[in-house]
């Protein structure tokens, strides 16, 4: 007796187009987060001189990775308030547009204290404790966001739009002297809100722009350009080793007696990257790279200075 074969059955068609979907997704993601990642840490080693010729390091994952999820969670929530931004700005609510901007201000902050910890502050930037005035200012400002909630009445107008006026010229006045620290090398908890707040705003801009013109995708393209390399050469720079990033690691190399640069030494300097040829270093008091293939190199150690490592302080060089 002849026995009919079982049929297996097939999945829907519409679960088999969800997982396509999904497969391209994940595979145009992965594209955007390697491009994002090389370009990144190209022009983060540029900036030492050279540019690592391995095109599957594991930290041009790490480096899209970030760059997404710092340059994304901004762009997700300004594109969440366009349509209330543009609405109260095309009625001319400038109250309640202050208002809005008041509460991403906070968000800036938010997510400002929740990164931290990812990053190394640079000694350069010394961190002080906050004198009496510093208390005041934080005052005033809160003082001046408080007032721009207040009830709106004949009596409160008055006193909202000075408190409007003075809290946005704070706002500018802000940013201009934080970008001007980020670009002379020093770094610290404010310019991680100003990534954020800059960010926001620009993106508002953009969506404005494309909005009423469609066809500007080439200046898109130039604005994602900037922003990529704004984070390859201000933030990613300092962003901790340990967490993927860009922070140059402190190390004593004790070098061969065959090494073709002070054989035998120990040299104090800052390790960019590693390959299976060598390791890319800066040594002390420059700033360029210098690439030690592996042979000249007979010891590591992971820190800024001998002293740290009893076997290495009372080792004759």
Known sequence: MATTPTQVPQPP?????ALESISKFAAALLFVVYACGFLITSLHTWSYGF???NPFRPRILSAGTWFLLFAGTPVLL???????????????????LEQVIVGYCFVCFTLSLL??????????APVT???IWGWIIVGVVVILALALFLPRSAKSRPIQLFAGVAFVGWLLYSCVT?????KHGQFGFGHLILWFFVLGMLTLGELNMSRTNPQRWAQTI????????????????????????????????CLAKDAPVSPGKQVQAILLDESDAGFYIVPAQEKKA????????????FSDKTSDSTLLHNSTP
């Open 13 to 17: 068609a519409s679960s088999l187009a």
């Open 290 to 301: 210098l690439f030690l293939p592996r042979n000249a190199v007979s010891l590591i150690y």
């Open 78 to 96: 300004i594109m969440g308030w366009r349509k209330l931004v543009l609405l109260l700005f095309e009625k001319r609510d400038w109250l309640s």
């Open 178 to 182: 934080s970008f001007y620290r980020l």
């Open 51 to 53: 540019v690592p010729i």
């Open 115 to 124: 990164s931290t910890f990812l990053f190394d502050y640079p000694p350069a």
């Open 222 to 253: 130039w604005f994602g350009l900037f922003v990529l390399g704004g984070f390859a050469w201000f933030y990613y720079p300092h962003i901790k080793a340990s967490w993927g990033g860009g922070r140059p690691v402190s190390v004593v190399i």
């Open 129 to 131: 404790q906050p004198n």
